[in-house]
């Protein structure tokens, strides 16, 4: 990492740990150009959670993805900077951005079938992930491995290193994912939707054990998922994203509870907890606008029920309406 | 007064062996549903619960015959289906339709909407035109303007509308129970919601009785009024939501109530009260089901099968060695109301 830093002329400052501004994603497609994130800017410090919460087709995938260096290709266009432990992931070269992955950040997935290799024992990959990024012996790296399952909590550690990802349960590989990303202790941890597939006793295990693991390495994570429930669990600080932009963003407190872009407040009531049919859940009507043809302003306009011609004409700033809590909306206030 | 159940499902079984090789030897049998003993009453919701592999899907294929069942009865209205007087296969589809969780999976991708809805009354002897008229009333029930979207073929339309289209098709032969499995659970949550309301609406409109199959809690008490747990090709538990909320007596009824997040920043979970995962449905432990992720199995739990018994007055009842007496478990006895072996479970006693 130093010698890398060296060479690209940075000083490594660690604060914020991730900083991205006015990030912009484009896809090319046959039928038009989609604009999947739309001007994202946030810090991260150092072992802070931040939680981005969306529905489907909101963005914040797209953006955990850019943040890793996985989007290129020709039909992808990504603008705005983003700096990653002081590096500028947009100026990185491929092999740059690949020193970075593992050691300085590393990202789990909702599917851990789709990661992890069939053709190889979970030992095998761990060693493996180790020995690359460290340069160690394969010894050293088989310790290492067994004391990364006993840390995700996989009991019976030597006899499971030999276990092919399909005689795992679902819960148990989402655990060995955990454990290959961070076998090289990252700083970063980009966590992609990794309790969704899973049954609701085994993601508060899950839950629980990155909550305890973010806390004993001090790594900072992003939590990306569309369960507000998971959200409230594990993150510090919340984001609420809609159609490629931020639409809220504060401590998680202060977002769950006093909720003030029209959106955020929308998707919790219509989030059915803790309540009988004897009183309905308020749905917000109609549905996310198709982000091919974007018309300007308010993306949220179309379904906001507090919609005034200004939300149309131009693009509403963020507001602050609270201590570190801004909203996106114009109605937005501190009071 | 205790209404008469619509719906009666009695010792309802259903194992799939697992065959492999140059042979197709048995390997294993998949317990998948065994024993299933529970009743729908007119006009209510019953929720069924549970996590994967715990038979509520095949429950939901059982009751319509989508898969054969090994054993068991289901009674309609009094009638038990496949018997002599009893309603034919035709009959029963009738009145029992379904609606599941893939909503573009469900839906012929080379048939406008509308024609989808109006092919089951013409199907069962409408005349085109009034099949077509009441495929339009359907879309305008479910909230979708016939004259804008009839001729829509699938892939044009949203999920949630899809899944609004595949509502109206259950609807279209005025069916009395609509089973919903999962079908809510692809959508995001501000379309789900919209869905939810339709679906009470609905229910109140055309007089429906529900069997709302789904592993979100959350929904399930929104929508149920009572509730199934079920666990490894079991029922657990059953009873009226709030009493099952407020009160779970079976010991995974409560690990599983326990791990749904409070979305309370200040009620963090901070401990899991099961480890480890749902274990393979095929050759399922002995005895209790559930004894290998309990905390509180003991020898008579490996030994016996506990019987679903009725707890309290209030429609109650759990399958659990220590909630009857002289099971030999050292906690047995917690207040359980012993009603003899009937596995009938239900307000009807």
Redesign the interface.
């Known amino acids: 990492m130093s010698a890398l830093a060296t060479s690209l002329g940075v000083s490594a400052t660690w604060a914020p740990v991730v900083s991205v501004r006015d990030l912009r994603v484009r896809f090319v497609t046959r039928e038009g150009t989609v604009r999947a994130v739309n001007g994202v800017s946030f810090d991260l410090v150092p072992g802070e959670v931040l939680g981005i919460l969306g529905e489907s087709g909101s963005g914040k995938s797209v953006t955990l993805r850019a943040l890793m260096g996985l989007l290129s290709g020709d039909r992808v266009r990504v603008e705005g900077e983003m700096r990653v432990a002081g590096f500028d992931i947009g100026r990185l070269t491929e092999a740059q951005t690949a020193a970075l992955r593992g050691r300085t950040i590393a990202m789990i997935f909702q599917e851990p079938m789709l990661t992890l290799d069939p053709l190889y024992t979970i030992g095998e990959q761990i060693e493996e992930t180790v020995i690359r990024h460290e340069h160690v012996t394969r010894q050293t790296a088989h310790a290492r491995a067994l004391e990364l399952l006993e840390m995700v909590q996989i009991p019976g550690g030597a006899r499971r290193l030999k276990a092919y990802p399909h005689e795992m349960s679902g819960g148990m590989r989402q655990r060995a994912m955990i454990a290959i990303a961070l076998s090289c202790r990252p700083a970063i941890l980009l966590a992609d939707e990794p309790t969704t597939a899973l049954d609701v006793t085994v993601q508060i295990q899950i839950l629980l054990l990155l909550r305890r693991l973010q806390r004993e390495l001090g790594m900072a994570v992003i939590f990306v998922t569309h369960d507000v429930g998971a959200a409230v669990e594990v993150a510090d600080r919340l984001a609420v994203m809609y159609a490629g932009r931020f639409m809220e963003m504060g401590p998680m407190d202060a977002v769950i509870r006093s909720p003030r872009h029209p959106y955020t407040q929308g998707l919790l009531a219509s989030t059915v907890h803790g309540s009988f049919h004897d009183h309905r859940v308020e749905a917000i009507p109609g549905m996310p606008p198709a982000l091919i043809e974007l018309a300007p302003g308010c993306p949220f306009a179309p379904r906001c029920r507090y919609v005034e011609d200004r939300c149309v004409a131009t693009d509403p700033p963020d507001r602050s309406v609270g201590a570190d809590h801004v909203a996106r909306c114009v109605r937005a206030s501190e009071d | 007064m205790t209404p008469t159940p619509l719906l009666s499902v009695r010792n309802l079984t259903k194992h799939f062996p697992v065959k492999s090789g140059l042979f197709r030897r048995t390997l294993g049998v998949v317990q998948a549903v065994d024993a299933v003993s529970f009743d729908v009453l007119p006009g209510e919701t019953l929720g069924v619960v549970g ?2 592999g715990c038979g509520k899907s095949t429950t939901a294929r059982l009751l319509v015959r989508l898969t054969e069942p090994d054993s068991g009865e289901i009674t309609f209205d009094g009638a038990q289906i496949g018997g002599r007087d009893g309603p034919s296969l035709r009959d029963l589809r009738r009145r029992m339709q379904m609606v599941f969780q893939d909503s573009y999976a469900s839906l012929n991708p080379r048939l406008p909407v509308g024609m989808s809805v109006a092919y089951g009354p013409f199907a069962h002897g409408l005349h085109r035109a009034e099949a077509l008229e009441r495929a339009a009333m359907l879309l305008e029930a479910v909230g979708l303007d016939p004259a804008r979207y009839a001729h829509r073929y699938p892939h044009e339309l ?1 999920g ?1 509308q899809r899944q609004r289209v595949n509502i109206a098709r259950a609807l279209a032969i005025e069916p009395r129970v609509v089973i919903l499995d999962e079908a809510v659970s692809a959508l ?7 869905v ?2 339709l679906l ?1 609406d609905l229910k109140e409109r055309f007089q429906l009785t529900y069997v709302f199959i789904s ?1 979100d ?3 399930v ?3 149920s009024d009572r509730v199934l747990v079920m666990y490894l090709g079991k029922v657990v538990e059953v009873g009226p ?2 009493e099952v909320w407020a009160h779970p007596r079976h010991p995974y009824s409560r ?2 109530l326990a ?8 009620r ?11 274990p ?1 449905p095929i050759n399922p432990p002995s005895g209790c089901r559930f004894r290998t992720r309990c905390r509180f199995a003991e020898e008579v739990c490996a030994r016996r099968e506990p019987p679903l018994r009725m707890l309290d007055a209030t429609d109650h009842a759990a399958a659990c060695h220590m909630l009857a007496p002289d099971t030999g478990h050292s906690l047995a006895g917690g207040g359980a109301e012993q009603v003899g072996q009937a596995p009938a479970v239900g307000p009807t006693r």
């Not at chain 2, 791990?259 to 200040?266: G, H, I, Q, R, W």
């Not at chain 2, 963090?268 to 749902?278: F, S």
Request: glycine residues 6%.
């Open positions: 996590e994967s949203s949630g995001d949550k501000s379309v789900a919601a919209q939810l309301n009470v592993h809690l959350g929904v008490r929104y929508l939501v709030s690990a599983l791990a749904m997040p409070t979305m309370d920043p200040s963090r979970i901070t401990e899991a009260l099961l480890t480890g995962d749902p393979n």
